[in-house]
């Protein structure tokens, strides 16, 4: 079906920088929209940035203005820049993507394994 490796994260101080990367594969025919969401310890996953096919992009209002998402579509990946890091964007960030995939031609939800992203203050 489809699969999502992703790679980045790590520790870093406030006001640092890290940068995300998530690529899909697979059965993939086509992707409609990838993106991020985190879930912070004892609290609910939320999403970070989504990105459609045709470049519209939707930004939490947390992270506006410091994070940066963008996609390449001829590999099916995306990145996700993240600036002016603070202590409650600590977190696991998953990357997700919604996608038509073979056999059959289905469309269906998926999501990387997670990685940690924490912010010393």
């Known amino acids: 079906q489809v699969q999502l490796v992703e790679s980045g994260g790590g520790l870093v101080q406030a006001g640092g920088s890290l940068r995300l990367s998530c690529a899909a594969s697979?059965?993939?025919?086509?992707?409609?929209?990838m993106g991020w969401y985190r879930q912070a310890p004892g609290k609910q996953r939320e999403l970070v940035v989504r990105i459609t096919t045709g470049g519209s992009i939707n930004y939490a209002d947390p992270v506006k203005g410091r994070f940066t998402i963008s996609r390449d579509n001829a590999k099916n990946a995306v990145n996700l820049q993240m600036n002016s890091l603070k202590p409650e964007d600590t977190a696991v960030y998953y990357c997700?993507?919604?996608?038509?995939?073979?056999?059959?031609?289905?469309?269906?939800?998926?999501w990387g394994q997670g990685t940690q992203v924490s912010v010393s203050s």
């Open positions: 997700f993507t919604d996608a038509f995939y073979n056999p059959g031609l289905k469309r269906g939800n998926y």
């Open positions: 697979g059965s993939i025919v086509s992707i409609n929209a």
